[in-house]
């Protein structure tokens, strides 16, 4: 998974993107946006594999990296 220069800075690189490691889809489901369209919502876990690190030492909490 890789998670682009977006969001909270405490977890974001400056800019490109950050190797997340690898992730299992446990489960997908549909839902319909305000738009109307269509989109796919995907569970994702972590697979057995090192915590990713941030910048300056530490790990993603667990909330950031099991549901996207």
Sequence with gaps: MRSPASGDP???????????????????WPEQNSDGFRIWRFHLVKA???EPSVAGGGSLPHEARCEV
């Excluded at 405490?10 to 997908?28: C, Q």
């Design 48 to 50: 057995d594999a090192p």
């Design 10 to 28: 405490k977890y974001s690189p400056a800019s490109g993107y950050r190797y997340d490691g690898l992730y299992r889809i446990v489960d997908v």
